[in-house]
């Protein structure tokens, strides 16, 4: 018997994309996430509301040319944390994939 | 979220919810793994640099690695490699700051053993370029300078326009393209 730990932050689809979006970047600001996943801002803030408090993003705020830009970035702890989220994704699909090939020889 | 596998019964349980099935558990797994692969393809997108740029960078690392190889069979080739240095960074620098302008800040050194390896593998292949196609100018094969710098601007301009995301920073994404082919795979033989 082998246990995957599958991260429950990081479970729901929105903080999914969240997450993988964050970890091809070193920042990302909070419209363009907003257009991506195509939610509304209360939709995203509650998402990245759980993420922070996980701390697994650091919400940076910056003003810029007199406006302000919010910035979202996945910390070292977020990033493990995806990381090891894919991991057990790809434990429980491999053992899966084996077992079904071993059922059809 | 912890998740008990037990294959010899062909059960699990996800937290304190039971997921009896075995395909039910896998088939959720797929569908992650499926939405990672259509957010590294997002990703790309948002980090692909438009049309005229990667003509831009590609052409300048061309002539770059050409100036590098032909640079011992001509005086010229010298100041040509210092503009096309200074062509390429600031190509570099425009990327960067229309990115930014964008909402997206690039990550600028790669955070795992992996990035380094794939900047490694890059550096090795433009040197063995360089390499080759002074060696094979100096046998008065100057054509071939031309085709192997002109074949790695190409590459360059290839993975610029597909695979930004993987090549910005490959790893956990990766990972999870990996996966998803391993599922395709699986499919076709179910």
């Known amino acids: 018997m082998s246990g995957v730990e599958l991260d429950p932050v990081i479970h729901a689809p929105n903080r999914l994309q969240i997450c993988a979006l964050l970890v091809v970047v070193s920042e990302l600001e909070f419209r363009l996430l907003k257009a991506q996943l195509g939610v509304s801002d209360s939709v995203l803030s509650k998402q990245i509301k759980a993420l922070e408090e996980a701390s697994y993003i650091d919400v940076i705020k910056r003003t810029e040319h007199g406006r302000q830009r919010t910035w979202l970035a996945l910390n070292r702890s977020g990033r493990a944390a995806f990381q090891k989220h894919v991991q057990a994704l790809r434990q429980i ?13 | 979220m912890n998740v008990e596998k037990d294959q010899s019964l062909g059960s ?40 005229w740029l990667n003509l831009v960078l590609s052409a300048s690392v061309f002539v770059v690695l050409l100036a590098a190889s032909l640079q011992n069979h001509g005086s010229h080739w010298g100041w040509i490699q210092g503009i096309s240095m200074l062509a390429l960074f600031s190509g570099l620098l425009i990327y960067y700051f229309r990115c930014k302008s964008l909402g997206v800040k690039q990550v600028m050194w790669p955070r795992r053993g992996y990035g380094w390896l794939v900047i490694a593998v890059f550096a090795a292949l433009g040197a063995g370029i360089v390499t080759a196609g002074d060696h094979l100018a100096d046998q008065g ?42 599922k395709s795979s699986g499919a076709k033989s179910q």
């Not at chain 2, 997921?19 to 957010?39: F, G, M, N, R």
């Not at chain 2, 094969?141 to 993975?159: K, Q």
């Not at chain 2, 597909?162 to 996966?179: E, Q």
């Open chain 1, 93 to 105: 699909i491999e053992p899966g994939a084996q077992a079904l090939n071993q059922s059809e020889g």
């Open chain 2, 12 to 51: 699990h349980s996800l937290g304190d919810t039971s997921i009896d099935s075995h395909e039910a558990l896998l088939q959720s797994a797929h569908a992650e793994l499926a939405v990672l692969q259509a957010v590294q393809n997002q990703a790309s997108q948002l980090l692909r640099p438009p049309v």
């Open chain 2, 141 to 182: 094969l100057w054509i071939w300078a031309y085709v192997l710098s002109g074949g790695y601007g190409v590459i360059n301009y290839v993975i610029m326009d597909r695979y930004s995301a993987w090549l910005i920073a490959p790893g956990p994404m990766a990972a999870a393209v990996k996966s998803g082919s391993a």
